[in-house]
C-alpha cells in the first residue's frame, strides 16, 4: 500500500513563507509525475505546481514566481517552497503522485490545511 503524508503547513501572514513536504512510503519505484493540489473553501481541486520524473516543472499562474517545487526522486519525496503568501492561497494542500506502472496509478496525501491572514 502506498501513503502520501504531508506536513509544513500552518497559519502565516500575508507576505510569509511556507515550506509544504510530502514523503512518501510503500512505494518500489519512482513515481513519473508528483504534484501539488489545493482547495479551498466552497471551490475545486486546482493544480498547484507539478514536476516530473525527468525534472520538467509547471506552476498554476496564480503561484508562478512565487513557489517552488521540488523533489527528491530516490526517496518519492516532494516539497513546495511558497513565498510572498497571499491570503488567496489559503487552502488545504494535496500532494499527489501519479504515473503508469503496469497500470495507471493515482496516489493522493490528506491534505495539510495552509492558512494566511493578519
Known amino acids: 500500500q502506498v501513503y502520501l503524508v504531508e506536513s509544513g503547513g500552518g497559519l502565516v501572514h500575508p507576505g510569509g513563507s511556507l515550506r509544504l513536504s510530502c514523503v512518501t512510503s510503500?512505494?518500489?519505484?519512482?513515481?513519473?509525475?508528483m504534484a501539488w493540489y489545493r482547495q479551498a473553501p466552497g471551490k475545486e481541486r486546482e493544480l498547484v505546481a507539478s514536476?516530473?520524473?525527468?525534472?520538467?516543472?509547471h506552476y498554476a499562474d496564480s503561484v508562478q514566481g512565487r513557489f517552488t517545487i521540488s523533489r527528491v526522486k530516490p526517496k518519492n519525496s516532494v516539497y513546495l517552497q511558497m513565498n510572498s503568501l497571499e491570503p488567496e492561497d489559503t487552502a488545504v494542500y494535496y500532494c499527489?503522485?501519479?504515473?503508469?506502472?503496469?497500470?495507471?496509478?493515482?496516489?493522493w496525501g490528506p491534505g495539510t490545511q495552509v492558512t494566511v491572514s493578519s
Open positions: 510503500g512505494s518500489t519505484f519512482s513515481f513519473d509525475s
Open positions: 499527489n503522485a501519479n504515473g503508469r506502472r503496469y497500470t495507471n496509478y493515482d496516489y
Open positions: 514536476i516530473e520524473s525527468g525534472g520538467s516543472v
